[in-house]
């Protein structure tokens, strides 16, 4: 069992999670454009309150995109500023297969496909396949028109699944195509990725050995062209 600090600010949500053993702590907050000012004293609460240093841990992790590019960069500013002080590793996680995991662990849900709303008219998405040990990521991570969103490319057996759609690119759902649609069984829009669930899917990589230095903890865009939108510019909050 490994103790790691997880947080993530990737999207609305700002969340910092630790896992000790088999404990996840987790503070959870919905706060858009406070991250900077959250994140730092949330990492210090979170750790005070469980008695634990940095130096005393195996990892820190965070959800490396795709995302809100300010809110990535922040969460990568912070996560490689704490690892580099306790010469700790960092373990990347994708938003899209953290919200996976919540999905399984809240509704067993098994193929999931998961999506955020990307603005500009996409999504960023991905499809996973929960093995019972970890996710097979069955469609990588890519970002693209909701209409251009398929399952194609899977096995027959693939694409007829229990297919299920967790993250706010579903608040779309009317812009997919009418074969997308009716592979899903349910959506959960609602869902955000979640430092808990990146704690307990970082412990899977980190026991694997996969893990990088704080120099190369970086985010995943997917899209080049970085474009902001209102409130999300290089000052934001």
């Known amino acids: 069992m490994a103790r790691i600090l997880s947080l993530d600010t990737s999207t609305e ?34 750790l005070s309150n469980a008695g634990i240093t940095l130096k005393e841990l195996d990892a820190i992790a965070f959800a490396n995109g795709p995302g809100s590019f300010t809110g990535l960069r922040i969460a990568t500013g912070v996560v490689q500023g704490l690892a580099f002080g306790a010469d700790l590793p960092v373990v990347p996680v994708t938003t899209l297969e953290t919200m996976a995991l919540t999905q399984y662990r809240e509704h067993f849900s098994r193929y999931v496909l998961s999506a955020i709303d990307a603005r500009m008219g996409e999504v960023y998405w991905a499809a996973y396949h929960w093995n019972g040990d970890g996710f097979d990521c069955l469609a990588e991570p890519a970002v693209c028109a909701p209409d251009r969103v398929d399952l194609q490319s899977l096995s027959t057996e693939q694409r007829d699944a229990d297919w299920v759609g967790t993250g706010s690119g579903w608040q779309l759902f009317d812009q997919f195509s009418p074969v997308v649609q009716s592979q899903l069984q349910q959506t959960f829009p609602e869902v ?20 990088v230095a704080a120099e190369e903890a970086i985010p995943v865009y997917l899209r080049d062209n970085v474009a902001f939108k209102k409130g999300e510019g290089p000052h934001a909050k």
Not at 21 to 45: A, C, G, S, W, Y
Not at 192 to 211: C, F, H, M, N, T
């Open 13 to 46: 949500a700002c969340s910092v999670a630790l896992k000790l053993n088999d404990e996840v702590i987790e503070d959870f907050r919905l706060l858009p454009r406070k991250h900077t000012q959250l994140l730092l004293p949330m990492v210090q609460e979170i």
């Open 192 to 211: 955000l990725p979640r430092a808990g669930d990146i704690a307990r899917l970082a412990e899977l990589y980190w026991q694997k050995g996969v893990s």
